[in-house]
């Protein structure tokens, strides 16, 4: 990048760097943009297809997620990095909803292109779009529908709409009671859902119908001695914060020893402290310990001796929903160990799961915590069910907390789009032109999932739109039988947040790369220079 002055060019910027301005560079981020849309719009629906990803060291992720597929591509090119950041946000606000999102804003700058090519300019085209996006939500609210927590029937509609083409179609009832019984065992009564206090487990072996739910917490872990019983009924629980082993000083001691009587009373003191420390747990009736850190041998012994079922090194995090679960307070000090303290479990048990031995807590009164365990055939084949269950669990407790959801199947996007138009109309001006873009933009949802059923896209828009015009607002697409039904009545419903945000994030990102002209890219750095003689002049054995 180079001005002149007097006929001598002046270098602003370091040789070797490049600048796109103007058309080139909106171009270029509207090329890219798309081709991230296009990357996995073929993946939307029940009936969309899977991509397989290899990464640089050979490992396979396969999977339809839209989030998974985007965080998993190499992308350099900065407008496509914005497409997947859309994907990140609609992952971390509601866990779904993210290809609808990147499709979304996929065609909005589709869309765009056409109005520049008209004279439009790109920040009139852009407060179009937020004009409509504003619009957008408040006809959303308006077609919400109420549900009450206590509705399942709801709970599981939603979960089978998140999971549906997620490859979990044969054993869907099983899988949508399992979410649905887990985000309500842990919510609490004004709906709010604290999603890390589910826990999720997969372990490959059996099949999907094999997966179950456990009121209480699973941990990969074994007892720490052979002798302690493998299975205890009616549990008493210690969550222990602190070792069971001598304390050492908090500073540096040296201790010198001259005679061998003197070593065995060093020995003698250290199990003396130990087994002090397991009398107090003793003491008070556990017949279970679990702790975040280490328990000595000596102390291993004496709980064996006592029939408790000790646990060590959980991590702090399974710790946090095992006190949820049983009831427990973890105890930070020794000298707090009470009877007081304790959680409850009906049964705690040692089971090997394909040779792996877990530790189930479980048959907890009244657990805030609660564990799915995920079978299946392979690895991957488990990967892509964990990933449909978390998606499951988020959209689920989205619509517990905000209680309002709307049909799916394309329904909302082309009742928008009607709406939309009638809105651009009212607002006349360039600004009509870009709310109308935005009203068809929206239309590439239902013709999407028209097209990865192998439906005719024009016929499918055509019948939608004329069941809307005669007022039916929840009539979708079902993909299984190629025509317009009422996707309420189909149970395909899902939670209004999901569509809110989908429409807010792709709107916010079109609206960010229509408005940069000026692309600036530096130089890359050259690579350090090897030192004279490169490898030959390092020192090494001689001969």
Do not use: W
Not at 331 to 355: C, N, P, Q, T
């Amino acid at each position: 990048m180079s001005t002149q002055l007097g006929g001598q060019p002046i270098y602003i910027l370091k040789q070797g760097s490049s600048r796109n301005r103007g058309r080139d560079a909106q171009s270029m981020n509207i090329t890219a943009a798309k081709a991230v849309a296009n990357a996995v719009r073929t993946t939307l629906g029940p009936k969309g297809m899977d991509k397989m990803l290899v990464d640089s060291i050979g490992d396979v992720v396969i999977t339809n997620d839209g989030f998974t597929i985007l965080s998993e591509m190499d992308i350099e090119q900065p407008a496509a990095k914005m497409m997947v950041e859309i994907a990140k946000t609609q992952d971390t606000e509601v866990g779904d909803g993210t290809t609808t999102a990147v499709v979304i804003a996929g065609e909005l700058l589709k869309r765009s292109e056409d109005l520049i090519e008209l004279g439009i300019h790109p920040t009139v085209i852009v407060q179009g779009y937020r004009m409509a996006s504003e619009k957008a939500q408040d006809i959303l609210k308006g077609l919400a529908i109420s549900m009450k927590p206590s509705d399942t029937g709801v709970l599981k509609k939603i979960a089978e709409t998140a999971m549906a083409g997620k490859g979990s179609e044969s054993a869907n009832l099983l899988l949508c009671d399992l979410v649905s019984t887990a985000v309500t065992r842990v919510s609490d009564s004004d709906g709010s859902v604290d999603i890390d206090n589910i826990k999720i487990e997969k372990k490959v072996g059996g099949s999907i119908e094999d997966s179950e739910i456990i009121m209480g917490i699973v941990l990969e872990k074994e007892r720490v001695h052979p002798g302690m019983p493998t299975k205890i009924t009616k549990a008493k629980i210690l969550l222990l914060n602190v070792g069971v082993e001598y304390k050492k000083t908090e500073v540096d001691a040296e201790i010198t020893i001259t005679r061998p009587d003197q070593m065995q009373a060093f020995i003698n003191e250290e199990e003396r402290m130990i087994k002090k420390i397991a009398d107090a747990i003793i003491k008070t009736g556990a017949n279970v310990v679990i702790s975040q850190k280490a328990i000595e041998d000596t102390a291993q012994h004496q709980l064996a001796k006592a029939g408790i079922l000790a646990i060590r090194r959980v991590k702090g995090s399974d710790m946090d929903k095992l006190a949820l679960a049983t009831g427990a307070t973890i105890v930070s000090s020794i000298d707090e160990i009470s009877a007081k303290e304790l959680g409850f479990a009906g049964i705690v048990e040692e089971r090997k799961i394909l040779g792996d031995d877990m530790i189930f807590i479980e048959e907890c009164k009244n657990p805030k915590a609660v564990s799915i365990i995920i079978r299946g055939g392979t690895e991957h084949v488990i990967a892509e069910y964990g990933r449909a269950i978390e998606d499951a669990v988020r959209v689920v407790s989205t619509v517990l907390e905000d209680k309002k959801f709307v049909a799916g199947g394309g329904a909302p996007e082309i009742e928008l789009s009607l709406r939309l138009r009638e809105y651009g109309s009212s607002v006349g001006g360039r600004a009509q032109l870009a709310i109308e873009a935005f009203a068809a933009s929206l239309e590439i949802i239902p013709r999407t999932l028209a097209e990865n059923a192998g439906l005719d896209p024009i016929d499918m828009i055509v019948a939608l739109r004329a069941a809307h015009e005669k007022g039916e607002t929840t009539s979708g697409l079902n993909v299984f039988e190629g025509k317009p039904v009422d996707m309420l009545k189909e149970g395909v419903i899902e939670p209004l947040r999901v569509k809110i945000q989908a429409i807010v994030s792709a709107t916010e990102a079109a609206g960010m790369i229509l408005r940069i002209d000026d692309i600036i890219k530096s130089a890359k750095s050259a690579a350090p220079a090897m030192p004279p003689g490169g490898m030959g002049e390092m020192g090494g054995m001689g001969m």
